[in-house]
């Protein structure tokens, strides 16, 4: 069965670089992430270690994207400059493994003025979709600002991922300090706040009216939908307060895609099946973060009802949704 994995980090030496340049107050601290164990040289490979790895996973294609931040928090011109280096690379990776590799874009969120015309040169290299984050500075992703990108991305069938990342400064001093540094950073991290992050970037943008003005947009999140899938009850009461025309849960079943960001838990599969349908899952590993075995892909596999469900789930779904020809090209 193929097996298409949608969410596969890679990292850009030069970028690396500018971010942890940036004054130590607007330093992302989770790209200490990069560095853990053999991480930074997976990261880098663009090649041959990177298909190995797939290679012992069973993945046929994975779709790459940069690890966060992007290039968000750097200054416009340096993100412009930056974020087209990296889609230029990221192409160039495509050409020499065109059966294997498929990538997101790097977009210059911090230059708003730049990102619906980077979005559209990076979907003429090649790229079927992007990855962006919830805020760039003060900014947040539902501000008026980006709101043309939102129409090119549905113009031009480009889906948008939201990729957690590390909550803004004041946040983090009002709600994850007190404890060891490393306790914070993983409590404002991975343990919890990248995630409550990303699902409150989802949450405002249907707030916004976003799916209403430009209804064919679809937006990816991970980790089973960012803890989002699983308050939707009270959510729902969020639209008649907005006043909007459907519920929240009819957005996330109509206009959002959820990946498992390589969190093979059948139980969190149980829970998103019982909210969204089959359609709109989609297989991610996080790589390298996260790295379950073929035999652990297997097994995971198994808790889906028919192969029917399974190929939609390992292939069918991201290749409609990425226009990922699967007839061997």
């Not at 107050?25 to 298909?51: K, T, V």
């Not at 412009?80 to 065109?98: F, G, K, Q, T």
């Not at 709109?280 to 808790?303: C, M």
């Amino acid at each position: 069965m193929t097996l298409i994995a949608i969410e596969e980090h890679w990292i850009l030496p030069e970028l690396t670089a500018a971010l942890t340049a940036m004054p130590e107050p607007l330093r992302d601290e989770s790209l200490a992430f990069n560095e853990m164990g053999d991480h930074r040289q997976r990261l880098e490979d663009l090649g041959a270690g990177r298909i190995a790895a797939m290679d012992a996973q069973g993945i046929d294609v994975s779709v790459l994207a940069l690890t966060p931040p992007g290039t968000q928090p750097l200054p416009a011109a340096e993100a412009v400059r930056l974020s087209r280096a990296a889609n230029d690379l990221a192409a160039e990776a495509v050409r020499r493994h065109p059966t294997r590799f498929r990538s997101l874009s790097t977009l210059p969120m911090s230059s708003p003025q730049d990102v619906a015309g980077e979005l559209e040169r990076a979907a003429g290299l090649g790229h079927v979709g992007t990855m962006v984050y919830g805020r760039s500075g003060d900014t947040f992703l539902d501000d008026p600002v980006y709101d043309d990108f939102f129409a090119a991305a549905a113009a031009l069938g480009q889906p948008v991922f939201i990729h957690p990342q590390i909550p803004s400064p004041a946040l983090r001093d009002a709600s994850y300090r007190g404890f060891a540094p490393t306790t914070e950073l993983a409590l404002a991290t991975f343990g919890w706040g990248w995630h409550l992050d990303a699902a409150t970037a989802a949450l405002r943008l249907i707030l916004r009216g976003t799916f209403d003005r430009h209804p064919d947009l679809q937006i990816v999140l991970g980790h089973w939908g960012e803890m989002l899938l699983f308050w939707l009850d009270r959510a729902d009461g969020l639209a008649r307060v907005a006043g909007l025309p459907r519920s929240v849960s009819d957005y996330i079943r109509s206009n959002f895609f959820i990946t498992t960001s390589g969190m093979l838990n059948p139980a969190l599969l149980h829970h998103a099946l019982s909210v969204t349908t089959v359609d709109r899952l989609i297989f991610s590993t996080d790589y390298p973060f996260q790295h379950p075995s073929k035999e652990d892909i297997h097994a995971f596999l198994g808790h889906f009802a028919s192969d029917e469900e399974r190929q939609r789930f390992s292939s069918a779904n991201a290749a409609a949704l990425y226009g990922i020809d699967l007839s061997g090209d």
